[in-house]
């Protein structure tokens, strides 16, 4: 697999399912629908207030039901990007994929069985554009093989699926989840892009793993998962000096946490809080979204030295809206510490070798305010920041980063949205300007884009 498209090709269909399905949340242990026996839940009562009703295929037998969903996300702008680390001046006109990209999935439902149910979910994703080069930005990838059994003790799944850390704060980032955010694949790369990674959220991935999602009681609910370790970020294990490939998007020389070390599995999970509908005044309701999440990651030096390390974060955000006859107010917050964890991406940051083991310490925080109207129409502008301390041994110096964005998105039939966004992004980094071996030390551009998403 692409190291690439691991990193920048991936977003859940969970989180289209939360933008565009308006399920109900479920309270005090009753029965699971199909939205809820995923691992996002929760997500549905914060995003109710935009997109369109999710049109879904549904096919059903002999008690058997089988959901087809699918999304085309398409965008294309002007980028203008200022001169950075190893790479020129440049102003592009590119096509591209959202931060959501284009994609297939299948929920399969068996029978219930004394109170069970049981389903298995597909996802394939397919990256429209290349790296300005003819046949490339045709891969398929399948994203998510996943088990879930459900009852009123609430719901196991096992296999490959998006992670709970930082799931939230994804999902409630209701500007890139219908469009771009950062253009991390630079002028010439390509996949899709990454919102608010690094500058507000960290990059939840997909992993295999096991996970258990309670029932909601009282509006909380707790959400566990272990997972395969990282023991090696994308790319060549050891180190080396990291950089992008400018010629072909494709990656090179990562900082890594090193061959010769032990893991321990990935253990994730958050505690999150859903409101009922409460009176804010007259006509006027709310409702809330809490969370507060975590993950740890145990790494040990097996070489000369018996060093050891933790890869780990916390995150608390809240997704808050209020509905008005005149039209819905949103406002998503998030702030994050980690360690091990730089740009926004779990393992980098982190590395062992012959002097030990250590990670850096990075925080990041975002954002985002939003206004619909006649149920059609949003207006939306998010800011984040994001930063990791210098640490010499991981190869790291200090890096800030800052992405501002304003979005117009209009729902133009049930299933189609035209949306437009601008933004701002800056990179900086003292020393050398290594920046965790992923992107430029020093970066700067402004976009205007034009898309559209087409959901079924």
């Not at 005090?28 to 009703?53: E, F, H, N, Q, S």
């Not at 209020?322 to 926004?344: R, S």
């Not at 304003?406 to 800056?426: C, D, K, M």
Request: with cysteine; charged share 15%; glycine share 14%.
């Amino acid at each position: 697999m692409n190291a690439k498209n691991r990193i920048f090709g991936e977003l859940d269909s969970v989180l289209a399912h939360a933008i565009g399905r308006r399920q109900q949340p479920v309270w005090r242990g009753r029965k699971a629908g199909p939205l809820t026996r995923t691992m996002l839940g929760c997500v549905a009562l914060a995003c109710t207030a935009m997109g369109p009703a999710h049109a879904q295929i549904t096919i059903e037998k002999n008690g058997w039901k089988a959901d087809v969903n699918g999304l085309i996300s398409v965008w294309g702008g002007n980028e203008n990007f200022s001169a950075a680390t190893g790479r020129p001046q440049e102003s592009t006109q590119r096509v591209r994929s959202g931060f959501n990209p284009s994609k297939l999935e299948v929920t399969a439902h068996a029978p219930e069985y004394n109170g069970i149910n049981v389903s298995g979910y597909f996802q394939l994703a397919a990256s429209i554009n290349g790296n300005k080069s003819q046949r490339t930005g045709e891969q398929i990838e399948v994203r998510g093989a996943d088990l879930s059994i459900s009852s009123q003790y609430g719901t196991f799944s096992a296999g490959r699926n998006f992670n709970i850390y930082g799931s939230l704060p994804i999902a409630n980032d209701t500007g890139s989840m219908r469009g771009v955010g950062y253009l991390c694949t630079g002028p010439d790369g390509n996949g899709p892009n990454c919102g608010h990674i690094g500058t507000g959220y960290t990059w939840s991935d997909f992993s295999a793993g096991l996970r258990y999602t309670s029932p909601r009681v009282s509006g909380f609910q707790v959400r566990l998962g272990v997972y395969d370790p990282i023991e090696t970020a994308f790319g060549t294990p050891g180190g080396g000096t990291p950089f992008i490939g400018l010629s072909n998007g494709t990656f090179t020389n990562f900082t890594s946490i090193g061959s010769a070390v032990e893991t321990r599995p990935l253990l994730q999970g958050d505690i999150n809080w859903a409101s009922n509908p409460f009176a804010l005044g007259g006509t006027t309701t709310g409702s809330a979204l809490i969370w507060l999440g975590g993950l740890n990651q145990r790494i040990k030096d097996l070489g000369n030295s018996s060093d050891s390390a933790h890869i780990k974060g916390f995150n608390l955000g809240s997704r808050l809206t209020a509905k008005a006859p005149v039209g819905v107010f949103g406002l998503t917050t998030n702030y994050e510490k980690t360690f091990g964890i730089a740009e926004g991406f779990m393992g980098f940051g982190a590395r062992c070798n012959v002097g030990g083991c250590d990670t850096v310490r990075g925080q990041q925080w975002y954002v985002n305010a939003d206004y619909t109207f006649a149920g059609k129409t949003t207006f939306g502008t998010s800011f984040g920041r994001g930063w990791e301390n210098a640490n010499a041994f991981v190869g790291n110096d200090n890096v800030k980063r800052r992405l501002w964005v304003a979005y117009v998105q209009h729902q133009l039939t049930p299933n189609v949205n035209v949306n437009v966004e601008v933004q701002r992004f800056r990179r900086s980094t003292d020393g050398a300007g290594n920046a965790a071996g992923i992107f430029p030390g020093q970066e700067r551009y402004v976009a205007a884009l034009l898309g559209v998403e087409f959901r079924f």
